[in-house]
């Protein structure tokens, strides 16, 4: 028998080191333009060194290279170009693929301490401070009813064309929760029929709260009552004539619906009980501030530029001549590693805004590339795309992608999207053909659901089986995950419920 012993070998090994830099660059790329903005201006009051980039020449797409777009970082003594993938574009790419790499250890081994300077606090060597303004901070906020409605979204099956259609009507309710937008001008910007965009809306319009999605009050009322099993020939022609029951002609209403004066008095009391405004309950929606952080528009040759929104995109620079000046007149130690500090920070700063810049812009293109028969032909056009493909065509890691596409709006000639709402995952085909949307996948799986009876309950693997024998390769544990998400119920649940209804 071999003895016990302690012994020491050393061996090499990969980590991951979370820098301060690295960490502030990965905070950077999930901020959309607005919330940049207050980022960046916080920056400004701290760091002395830090100065607002006033000049014309705003950082441009180079049309020659839609794919490589050209985009400038200057400061008042040198300009940083990278026009061309080079060298300073490998080292960071390099630092990316490392900080990217995963998430959640990004996340949660990142130190806070990651903001700039304040002079406040000079003989002390100063740090990054993003306490005043976090990411994460506005994650603990209430949830707004947009957030609200597309979580419901996520979980609705639905095709690839109308999930993004779905999306896009979401994001036109206003904040008491209407849908004001006229159908037949969203239909035609999005190339559907009206009919197709009055079906998803019909269903958006069962989602929580009751009555949200509605274009009108009667409608909103409408909602609620049908929710209620309260919507009754009387109760629906006292709905549709809300006007004179705000002139309080209850004759003429009496006489509209049919009833005595006291069941009037009843159903006008049912009518105060309901929710007018049911996107009130909800967290403020930051003003309904989106913007537009890429903008797509079609070149004379058929083709789709893409640029940057440089009206809302911040420009700061560091200012040389001001770094010189104080180094010069700086006296103890502990001032002059604070200013050392200032200028490695401010620096770092514009190399990281210039950097947020490049990748929004390489993905955003790589995605009007990828959906370029959506831009030119509308919803129907949309093909099945993931995070991966985007991000073996860019180079970069599908969790930077993922950064990249949450919360970045594309202004298009058919109207705002969410970067994200251009992917749509896929289930790959048991015969090597083409893979099937998840949307899809979902769909199958709640119908087969829905016709089981008593004694053919599908356990999750009898699912599996049945997709398999269809075609659609998928495994137990995204089935069962599927399910979850569409608030099914187990097998054994499920039988349970039909032996109680038989």
């Known amino acids: 028998m071999a003895g016990l012993g302690h012994k020491l070998e050393a061996r090499q090994g990969q980590g991951l080191v979370m820098t301060p830099q690295l960490q502030q660059a990965i905070k950077l790329l999930q901020l959309n333009n607005i919330e940049l903005a207050e980022f960046v201006e916080t920056e400004l009051e701290r760091n002395p060194l830090l100065e607002r980039d006033e000049r014309s020449d705003a950082p ?8 490589e777009p050209s985009v400038k970082a200057k400061d008042s003594g040198d300009e940083l170009s990278f026009d061309a993938p080079g060298k300073a574009d490998e080292a960071f790419d390099a630092d990316t693929e490392a900080m990217y790499s995963d998430s959640k250890a990004d996340m949660a081994g990142a ?28 994650a603990s906020r209430e949830k707004t009813l947009h957030e609200h409605l597309h979580d419901q979204l996520a979980d609705l099956a639905l095709q690839p064309a109308d999930r993004l259609i779905a999306a896009h009507l979401i994001d036109l309710a206003d ?24 079906a998803v809306l019909a269903a958006l319009q069962k989602f929580e709260p009751t009555g949200v999605m509605a274009r009108s009050l ?37 006489a509209l619906c049919g009833v005595d004066a006291e069941d009037l008095e009843d159903m006008i009391a049912e009518l105060k009980r309901l929710t007018p405004k049911p996107g009130l309950g909800f967290g403020a929606d930051g003003a309904r501030a989106v913007e537009a952080d890429v903008m797509v528009r079609e070149r004379p040759d058929g083709g789709w530029a893409v640029e940057l929104n440089t009206d809302t995109l911040p420009r700061v620079l560091m200012n040389n001549r001001y770094a010189a000046q104080i180094s010069k007149s700086a006296r103890s130690d502990d001032e002059k590693v604070f ?17 947020r810049a490049r990748t929004i812009l390489k993905v955003a293109s790589e995605i009007v590339r990828q959906q370029d028969a959506f831009f030119a032909k509308g919803v129907a056009w949309l093909r099945p795309l993931n995070l991966k493909t985007v991000a073996d065509a860019v180079g970069m890691h599908e969790s930077t992608v993922s950064r990249v596409t949450s919360n970045k709006y594309m202004a298009t000639p058919r109207g705002l999207f969410e970067l994200k ?48 024998a269809d075609g659609v390769d998928i495994a137990r544990r995204t089935v069962a995950k599927y399910r979850e998400a569409m608030n099914i119920p187990s097998s054994v649940k499920r039988r349970r419920k039909l032996k109680g209804m038989n």
């Not at 441009?60 to 794919?67: N, R, Y």
């Not at 996948?441 to 016709?451: L, S």
């Open 175 to 198: 904040e008491d929760g209407y849908l004001r937008a006229d159908l037949g001008e969203t239909a035609e910007r999005l190339g559907v029929t009206r009919s197709e965009v009055e």
């Open 60 to 67: 441009a797409l180079d049309e020659s290279a839609p794919a």
């Open 421 to 468: 709402y251009f992917f749509t995952s896929a289930i790959a085909s048991a015969d090597g053909g083409e893979a099937y949307s998840a949307e899809a996948v979902r769909f199958r799986i709640k119908a087969m659901i829905e016709t089981e009876t008593v004694d053919d309950v599908m356990s999750d693997d009898k699912i599996v089986e049945r997709l398999l």
């Open 218 to 254: 009667q409608e909103c009322l409408a909602l609620q009552l049908k929710e209620r099993d309260r919507l009754d020939p009387a109760m629906a022609a006292l709905v549709d004539h809300l006007p004179l029951l705000a002139k309080h002609d209850y004759a003429g209403l009496k």
């Open 339 to 355: 200013i050392s500090q200032c200028a490695q920070n401010a620096s770092w700063l514009v190399k990281s805004l210039d950097q």
């Open 111 to 138: 130190d806070t301490n990651t903001g700039a300077v304040d002079w406040s606090r000079a003989g002390s060597g100063g740090s990054f401070n993003h306490s005043e303004f976090d990411a994460a901070d506005h």
